[in-house]
């Protein structure tokens, strides 16, 4: 993989930028550089007047539906709607001033791109940002709204990854990367120690945090502030079973190159995990579980129904680990789950939330043979009258037919209150038409 020469950083002194392990010297994309907990505390000390704390808050309902105590980290409430504001501002504080005048080039699906190009405006310093095809649209077009300038490369962050590497190189501007560079982790790092302090104001223990794993970058920067003052907080990393990166590369000890196949969860979808990332993570991170879209689909539906936030596929993953049953060993205890962006677009939120609703079993789709004479489709449409369905939509097959030419195949998609209701109608049908009753579409 090509990567940009490594470039020096700042040396200037002065109580703004606080201490730091992490030389500022050649920690670029590729390289390996664990980081340490005083690059954390260093890197709040940098974006104090340019980042919010966000806040953590309990969610009664869903810690009862859960079986745990769930408390949110809301990262999501930051102005470009991630945690990514937090990494791409201390790395921009910690630019010397040639590098500010000539600007910054990443690759980014989206969050990292917004962040970079929200704080490049308010600090006045050019950003680039190249984003792959398969970017939302939203960020996309938010990115160009916040003056940065973008270029659509590659179908997945990977090829985005070595389009800006080379762009970099040629026009000498400084190379970001939005999962590996240590100045990034350590401006993840600081949602731990907010999540620290907050917990203590609310008087409760923590006995788990759930991170969304991607690239690796928030989870390593997370979990060497959780171990280093509570070692005995378990951290957790979340991933899609589409792109499992993270725990592949922490399986095998050293970044391993994975297919990046279409999810939900697109800020996730990285096909290669950074270096520094998994040599922080590494020993830090207590275990990974990956979610199907089905868990994802119904974490975004619980989130908008339950808490009234809209949060995308990979902020959801948290959420999503923890209603799978995967985590059941949490039952009864605390558990701070990081919703770590909330920049989704809203036909993929339709999406999402029609595929959560199927999870849940209040869409279902039942195939019925019935009589292709006047009457037919009455009997039917009566029948799920009955069942207290809604029908949401029908379709007609007569043509592909194998049987007799006086059928027809009706696919109904229907709206019931719930799983249980679902299985009502699922038997009623079976009682009523017998082998007529062709499929079940309830997930």
């Not at 050019?126 to 970017?135: E, I, S, Y």
């Not at 490369?153 to 190379?175: M, P, R």
Request: proline share 3%.
């Amino acid at each position: 993989m090509t990567t940009v020469a490594s470039k020096e950083f700042s040396t200037s002194t002065g109580s703004d930028r606080g201490s730091d392990s992490v030389s500022r010297r050649g920690s670029e994309s590729d390289h390996e550089k664990a980081i340490q907990y005083e690059d954390c505390t260093g890197a709040a000390y940098r974006i104090r007047k340019g980042v919010s704390k966000t806040p953590l808050q309990i969610s009664p309902q869903l810690s009862t539906i859960a079986g745990m105590n769930i408390f949110f980290k809301k990262e999501y409430t930051l102005p470009t709607g991630s945690f990514k504001e937090r990494g791409a501002r201390n790395s921009l504080e910690m630019l010397t001033k040639v590098q500010r005048a000539k600007g910054v080039i990443a690759a980014s699906a989206g969050n990292h791109a917004l962040a970079l190009a929200y704080h490049g405006k308010l600090l006045d310093i050019p950003v680039t940002v190249v984003m792959p095809t398969v970017a939302p649209l939203m960020k996309v077009a938010q990115c160009e709204t916040y003056g940065a300038t973008v270029i659509m490369h590659g179908s997945d962050v990977g090829e985005a990854k070595k389009f800006a590497t080379l762009k970099g190189k040629e026009s000498n501007l400084q190379y970001i990367n939005g999962y590996n560079h240590p100045h990034i982790l350590a401006g993840q790092g600081t949602i731990a120690l907010e999540i620290l302090e907050q917990m203590e104001t609310l008087s409760h223990k923590i006995d788990a945090v759930v991170v969304p794993m991607g690239g690796g970058g928030l989870i390593a920067g997370i979990s060497v502030v959780i171990k280093h003052l509570m070692p005995q907080v378990q951290v957790i990393g979340v991933e899609s079973e589409k792109c499992p990166s993270f725990s592949e590369s922490l399986k095998a000890g050293y970044p391993v190159e994975t297919v990046a196949k279409p999810t939900l969860a697109d800020g996730l979808a990285v096909p290669k995990v950074g270096p520094s990332a998994l040599a922080t993570a590494k020993g830090n991170v207590d275990r990974t579980v990956v979610v199907s879209e089905d868990d994802i689909a119904l974490a975004i539906l619980r989130l908008v129904e339950i808490e009234k936030a809209v949060v995308e596929g990979a902020g959801a993953t948290g959420l999503a680990a923890c209603l799978s049953g995967q985590l059941s060993d949490l039952q009864g205890k605390n558990v701070v789950i990081v919703l770590s962006g909330g920049n989704i677009d809203t036909t993929v939120l339709g999406r999402c939330i029609d595929r959560g609703l199927a999870a849940d079993g209040r869409l279902v789709r039942l195939t019925i043979l019935v009589d292709d004479r006047p009457g037919g489709l009455k009997g039917l449409v009566e029948f799920l009258f009955e069942q207290g369905v809604s029908v949401k939509d029908i379709v007609h097959e007569r043509t592909w037919l194998k049987g007799s030419i006086f059928n027809v195949e009706i696919e109904c998609v229907v709206e019931t209150r719930g799983g249980k209701h679902a299985e009502k109608l699922r038997t009623a049908a079976m009682n009523k038409y017998g082998k007529k009753f062709i499929k079940w579409g309830h997930r």
